[in-house]
């Protein structure tokens, strides 16, 4: 075999190498950083306390905020039972290649979200651990939906 050849088959290697490892970092990015952080005192979510009524009779107004690979923000209510994923089936639908079609649910229950995997393949976690069954979270939580950042309010 010519010296040529063997020199761009070496070329073609080291470049196949550095693609796969800028792959795998850009993979882990999300799981590494976590949702941006937000400092606008605008957008700071406010306690469950302060957003009951007088009399208490009223629950408070519950959230999640999606966040896309690009940092793009988009809220949603949730007032019973939310769904994120792929599929069309989704209440949310996720722009996520490593999404399920039905891959989370996001339920609320008395003052409290709760959130569940719907069997998902790469899972679901909150604050770096993965879950499994139903999870009661805080306003503030971070949760990882495949890839995509979700923080609850």
Known sequence: MPVLA?????????????????????????????PPVETDARTQAATPQSRRSDDGSRPPDRS????????????????????????????????????????????????????????STNG???DGQPIDGQVEVATGTAVIVGRTNVMVR
């Open 6 to 34: 063997v020199n761009v088959i070496k070329v073609l290697f080291v470049v196949a190498l550095y693609a796969f490892l800028f792959y795998v970092a850009r993979s882990m990015r999300g799981y590494v950083t976590g």
């Open 64 to 119: 999640i905020v999606v966040f896309d690979e690009a940092g793009r923000r988009t809220e949603h209510p949730v007032r019973t039972t939310l769904v994120l994923g792929r599929g069309d089936s989704a209440d949310v639908r996720l722009d996520d290649e490593y999404t399920s079609d039905r891959h989370a649910s996001f339920t609320v229950v008395g003052n409290t979200i709760v959130v569940q995997d719907l069997g």
């Open 124 to 126: 679901t976690t909150i």
